[in-house]
Structures are given as C-alpha cells and as structure tokens.
C-alpha cells in the first residue's frame, strides 16, 4: 500500500472540497428550468376586472415565497399582481384580476419567483391563443454567427 506524505494529502483535500464547492455552484445552475402552465378553456373575457385561470408552477426554486404575475398582450401590459408562491404549485383561478383577454389574440403570462426578501429568483411565462386556447410556438433562440 503507498503511502502519502502529509503534503499530499492536504493537496489531495484542497483539491477535494475545491472540487465540491465547484458541484455545488454548477448543479442549481443545471436544475429544469422554472414553467407555468395554464388554460383559457372555461375563461370569460371581455370582464373589466378578468380572473386568472388556474395556473401550475413547476420546478420552482425552494425558496420561492413569492410570485408576480402579469398578463401582456404583445407590448401592451394588461395588470398583474404580486401574492403568495403556492405550496403546491397550484395557483387558484380568481387569485389575481387583470383586464382582458377580450379580441382574438396572443395573450402571455409571465411569472417572476421571488425570495421573501423580494430577491429573484426565477422566471418563466406561457403565451396562448385566446379563445382558441393553443399554444404559441416558442422563439428560436437568436444566433450571434452572422
């Protein structure tokens, strides 16, 4: 059996917790994405004051306390408001009121994940069809190889 020099061992350590400290940093950094998914079948627009149809969160980062939610139609912002991040990942239909959907569109929303200090933490959106109810297809990414 070798034997180390005492100096080789403390390398051996130092390279060893450099090692996980760099798992540490790069794991969350490898984590699924934060989604939100949500539905306008059963939704009534054309209301002043619109109730959100449920929507789901996942992957949401476990110190989450916090969503802002917004509906946008385009570069028109149709309201939104802050409110507790749910436990289950379930926000109720009628948490939040915003104005519309009303005229055939692409209507999004997009969710903000924020610490309770109102750090944030994560974000995602869903755009849909209204009243059709499909999805948007997304954006290929852009290309800086031109």
Do not use: H
Not at 37 to 42: L, T
Not at 62 to 68: F, G, I, P
Not at 73 to 88: C, F, T, Y
């Amino acid at each position: 059996m070798p034997e180390f020099s005492d100096e080789g061992i403390v390398r051996f350590r130092a390279l060893l917790g450099a090692l996980l400290v760099w798992q540490a940093a790069i794991v969350p950094a490898l984590a699924d994405p934060m989604t939100i998914e949500f539905s306008w079948r059963g939704a009534q627009g054309c209301v002043t004051l619109f109730p959100n149809p449920e929507i789901r969160f996942r992957n949401v980062p476990s110190d989450a306390k916090l969503v802002v939610l917004t509906l946008t139609q385009g570069n028109r912002e149709l309201g939104g408001q802050e409110v507790p991040m749910p436990v289950n990942g379930v926000l109720p239909p009628a948490s939040i009121r915003t104005y519309a959907p009303c005229g055939p569109a692409v209507y999004q929303f997009t969710a903000v994940a924020k610490s309770n200090t109102g750090k944030i933490l994560a974000e995602a959106r869903q755009a849909r069809f209204y009243p059709s109810d499909d999805l948007v297809p997304e954006k290929p990414s852009q290309s800086s190889d031109k």
